[in-house]
């Protein structure tokens, strides 16, 4: 297969046209000439004739391969060929080694046979070839061959899905910005569907991938797990979602300890409520009998476990607070008491509070004046009216339905560093900060339909809770090695090992290990950060062949299920030679030849 | 020196210093100056040796005086004069008109001098020289003479303009035939662009009456080897028939082809007991003298 890199100058191929326009419009031209004997001239056309036209034509054809030749040459022809040997290759490989891949499959992880796949790419390479490896993680390695080589035998499985989209496009840059004449992309992955989920692509790069015969076996995994509430006051709830084909067992433990045990059959939930001693925070986790892939058998939660907050409704809050928070503690999500104040803004002298808007215009100088004495860096603004929608912010307490009529624009002091919880208009609603949340209007009906819908108790149990109690703290959920952003407060990460690891920078990358970790604020626990792998990668159905290739979008896309076969296509389409001195050389040989038999014909007739 | 003899010049540079006649006797006399006299003896007034009489001999050639003195019949033998009755039949059609370069003569006008100069030759041995000049048909005809003036006629035939038409041998060669009433030789002097079979067929009959025939094939080198013209329409002035050819490209096929047909006209001629010689119009006039008189020489 021959493949032209500089394609536009085959047009110049058309000049061959010419020696043949000339070789069929020959006869029709020159001079009309006298002479006697005519007869010997026809005679040895008519003798000759078909010596000369045998002549002519190989004239002309040797005229017409010097133009193609050269014109050839000129698009740069690169000439694929099979044997040994290859053009100069930019290759990277990449190793799918994300969790999946870490199920057992005839005896064996699934890693072993990608690993296996890979060292045959590399050590099929030659030495002056350029070769990469990244793994699914996104981490490129380079180096000799060797040190690659060393790299893919110690590749361990993430604990996670890692991005093998992700790492197959930084394998395309690596090796498309290499300047070599060959680059190639070799993608070594189990094939996994939802690691594939759209396809990629990779530019002017030649892609192979191999991804193992058959289909992967049943899975059985733990694909969601948490305490319900967070907050345990101190009974609570630990839901968890089970992938299994049929039934299974599950264990859940709260700090090591057996909490409940159980069997739950397909699609079916679970949810098992518990009051445990524990106290703070605690971390858990639903288990199930090990099976093929060992990572998604256990996934862990955390859940904070203590008294319920001690809340005072002022009336300045309206009846609906009151009631809201009769049902909290009802729930046992709360208690009556002074530690946590409920009040219009102006009436607020201490925190923790949760300071609403005065009802009475009148009173937004006193409530400014309380906001600025309590060190709260918002200010209400005057007063706007109009229904407005009111949205929750991501990751907040849905709020569906909220409408604000009259409200007041929550303006931020300079340098001020705090969550807005929810917006109207466009504009800051509901804000919160260290012991403090500032709701922009009122808790009437006349000001915002917030308090008589269905999602004010929730909400306000998850702010008393979460936001406004001594020890509130938030629980992180994250994927192993994802960036999280760390919470305001906290100066360290405690490791389930007790360890603690500080946390000088705004984020931090989550652990590689799935577990509960724990925010520290001067030593004591304040939030909890929980690693587990995607769901989606407990979910082992693979991609055939095809589905693979379209997948990936190079210049050319091979997908291979035999190891063999696959190393030999890659190397079998892999060597490229330039033709360019070929061509030039048969072009000069041309030359020559018909210098020759011009010339020979001349001086034969000379 | 040989280099001064008129008869080794360059045949257009001599061609260019006089008429016909002029030239031709330069020519003449340039090549008798290199030649000896002819070996062969006759009957003639001029005594050459004796020799032993022998049954049928003329009794009046008897030398008496020996007979009576020696008792021996020995005959007298004299230079031959007039013992050959020759015919030159010369080409004067179309084609031999014309010359591949201007430096060079029309293979005519070589061809006409070379006819005056071998008519010279041969009366000055005595021979008896007659001219026919022929293109499709004969156009003049001179019968052989010995006499005075002969020579003139001859020249003055070769001024003729001639028709200068396609060119047709037989019906000339047959009345060179008739012009010669007992055996004698026939020169043909002709470019040959004619149809060999019936030259050929001539030739025999002539043969048969007991004629000897020389052919002198007259050639422009530049039938030889074709000239340079590149791409070109070559036309026959006689037949008008076109050819077009790239010279270049069959320069040497027409050379290999020329060549098959001279040896053809060698082999055809020889096969008939003619002689056959080509002569092309770049050869000085000596080089074609020699052939023919060497062919005369031959005769008996």
């Known amino acids: 297969m021959i493949d032209f890199l500089s394609p536009l100058w085959l047009v110049a191929a058309a000049a061959a046209a010419v020696p043949l326009l000339l070789h069929l419009l020959r006869r029709r031209i020159g001079a009309r000439v006298e002479f006697p004997a005519v007869r010997y001239l026809a005679r040895a056309e008519r003798e000759h004739s078909r010596k000369l036209r045998l002549r002519n034509l190989l004239l002309m054809l040797l005229r017409m391969a010097i133009v193609v030749c050269i014109a050839a040459a000129a698009a740069r022809p690169v000439l694929r060929v099979s044997g040994a040997g290859h053009a100069p290759t930019a290759l990277t490989v990449v190793l799918d080694n994300s969790l999946s891949t870490s199920v057992i499959v005839s005896g064996h992880p699934v890693l072993d046979d990608l690993r296996a796949r890979a060292s045959q790419v590399v050590r099929a390479a030659s030495p002056d070839d350029r070769v990469w490896l990244v793994t699914a993680d996104g981490v490129v390695r380079g180096g000799s061959r060797s040190a690659i080589l060393d790299d893919i035998a110690h590749a361990e499985p993430l604990a996670g899905a890692g991005d093998v989209e992700d790492a197959t496009t930084r394998a395309s840059t690596v090796a498309a910005s290499a300047a070599l004449p060959e680059r190639e992309v070799v993608v070594v992955t189990d094939g996994q569907a939802t690691a594939w989920p759209e396809p990629v692509s990779l530019g002017a790069v030649t892609v192979f991938a191999y991804r193992p015969a058959g289909d992967a076996p049943p899975n059985r995994a733990v694909v969601d797990a948490g305490a319900q509430p967070v907050r345990w006051t101190p009974g609570g709830a630990i839901q968890a979602r089970v992938m299994t084909p049929d039934s299974a067992t599950y264990r859940i433990t709260l700090e090591g300890r057996t909490l409940a045990r159980g069997t739950v059959t397909r699609d079916e939930p679970v949810l098992v409520r518990a009051e445990p001693p524990e106290r703070g925070w605690t971390a858990g986790s639903v288990e199930l009998e090990p099976d093929e892939l060992r990572g998604d058998d256990v996934r862990w939660f955390a859940a904070w476990i203590g008294p319920a907050p001690a809340v005072r409704v002022a009336p300045s809050a309206g009846p609906f607070a009151s009631n809201a928070l009769e049902a909290l503690v009802e729930a046992e999500r709360a208690r009556t008491g002074g530690g946590i104040t409920i009040a219009s803004a102006d009436e607020v002298t201490s925190l923790p509070a949760l300071l609403v808007a005065p009802s009475d215009p009148v009173k937004l100088g006193a409530a400014n004046r309380a906001l600025e004495r309590l060190g709260i860096p918002w200010r209400l603004g005057a007063a706007r009216h109009g229904e407005t929608a009111v949205r929750a912010a991501s990751g907040s307490v849905p709020l569906a339905d909220v409408t604000a009529t009259v409200r007041y624009p929550l303006t931020p002091r300079a340098g001020t560093r705090s969550d807005t919880l929810a917006t109207a208009a466009g504009e800051p609603w509901i804000v919160s900060g260290p012991g403090y949340v500032l709701i922009g209007s009122a808790l009437t009906p006349d000001a915002s339909t917030f308090p008589v819908r269905a999602a004010f108790v929730p909400w306000l149990g998850d702010v008393l809770s979460q936001r406004l109690s001594a020890d509130a703290g938030t629980v992180m959920a994250a994927t192993p090695g994802a960036t999280v952003v760390r919470p305001t407060g906290a100066d360290a990460l405690e490791l389930p090992d007790g360890d603690r690891v500080p946390l000088p920078d705004d984020s931090l990358a989550a652990p590689a290990r799935p577990g509960a970790y724990f925010f520290l604020h001067g030593g004591a626990r304040t939030g909890a950060l929980v690693v587990n792998p995607e769901a989606s990668e407990s979910d082992l159905r693979r991609l055939d062949p095809s589905a693979l290739a379209a997948r990936l979008r190079g210049r050319h896309a091979t997908t291979a299920e035999d190891g063999v076969k696959f190393t030999t296509a890659i190397f079998a389409t892999a060597p490229r030679r330039p033709l360019v001195a070929p061509l030039l050389a048969a072009a000069l040989v041309a030359l020559v030849a018909e210098s020759a038999m011009a010339r020979g014909s001349r001086a034969a007739a000379g | ?300």
């Not at chain 2, 090549?31 to 009489?53: D, I, M, N, Q």
């Not at chain 2, 004069?81 to 084609?95: F, G, P």
């Not at chain 2, 013209?229 to 069959?250: H, K, M, Q, T, W």
């Not at chain 2, 050379?255 to 002689?275: C, F, I, Q, S």
């Open chain 2, 1 to 300: 020196m040989s280099t001064t003899r008129p008869d080794l010049l360059d045949p257009s540079t001599i061609a260019a210093l006089g008429r016909i006649e002029i030239v031709a006797r330069w020519i003449v006399d340039g090549f008798l100056t290199g030649l000896h006299r002819s070996p062969r003896k006759g009957f003639s007034v001029e005594f050459a040796e004796h020799r032993p009489y022998l049954p049928g001999d003329e009794l009046r050639y008897v030398d008496w005086k020996i007979a009576a003195r020696a008792d021996k019949w020995v005959v007298k033998q004299y230079e031959e004069e007039t013992n050959l009755r020759a015919t030159i039949v010369l080409d004067v059609s179309r084609s031999m008109a014309w010359r591949g370069d201007e430096s060079r003569l029309t293979k005519l006008a070589y061809a006409e001098r070379l006819a005056a100069a071998l008519a010279l030759l041969f009366l000055r041995q005595r021979d008896a020289v007659g001219l026919v000049r022929f293109d499709d048909a004969v156009r003049s005809a001179v019968p052989p003479r010995v006499r005075t003036g002969q020579w003139q006629r001859i020249v003055a035939a070769l001024d003729d303009p001639g028709a200068g038409r396609a060119s047709f041998a037989p019906v000339a060669l047959e009345q060179a035939g008739r012009l010669i009433v007992r055996r004698g030789m026939i020169v043909l002097i002709s470019d040959l662009l004619m149809d060999p079979a019936d030259v050929i067929s001539r030739v025999r009959a002539l043969r048969h009456a007991g004629h000897h025939v020389a052919v002198l094939h007259v050639m422009d080198p530049a039938e030889r080897d074709l000239p340079a013209r590149g791409d070109a329409l070559f036309v026959d002035p006689e037949s008008e028939i076109e050819v077009p050819a790239a010279s270049a490209e069959v320069r040497a096929a027409y050379r290999e082809t020329v060549d098959r047909a001279l040896g053809e006209w060698r082999d055809a001629l020889a096969g008939v007991g003619a002689a056959y010689e080509v002569i092309t119009t770049d050869a000085p006039f000596g080089v074609p003298l020699r052939r023919a008189f060497a062919v005369r020489q031959r005769l008996p």
